[in-house]
């Protein structure tokens, strides 16, 4: 591990913006209930809160030496929970 990289503190906004990307995955019962059409969406959408997790997991955890990563792992978050309402209740 390189140590020349300064650990910044997490402030506690950026604990709210982490905490407040990965609550949408509590509408998870309301996805189960579009019941995707695909056995790779239903695949995917059990294996969506484990990404949530993990996602918000990483984001914390790279604010201290990487700011802009955890900016990156946000949107995509933000993204994927995009693509879970799309992939069980899809645009008529």
């Not at 604990?15 to 019962?29: E, F, Q, S």
């Amino acid at each position: 591990m390189n140590d020349d990289i300064p650990q910044l503190p997490l402030p506690l906004w950026v604990k709210v913006l982490i905490v407040l990307t990965a609550l949408p995955v509590l509408d998870l019962p309301w996805l189960w209930a579009g019941d995707p059409v695909t056995d790779t969406g239903k695949v995917l959408l059990w294996l969506y809160p484990a990404y949530v997790a993990v996602s918000a997991v990483c984001e914390w955890l790279a604010y201290r030496r990487r700011p802009e990563v955890t900016w990156i792992l946000m949107f995509l978050l933000v993204l994927a929970h995009a693509a879970m309402w799309a992939l069980c209740y899809p645009p008529q």
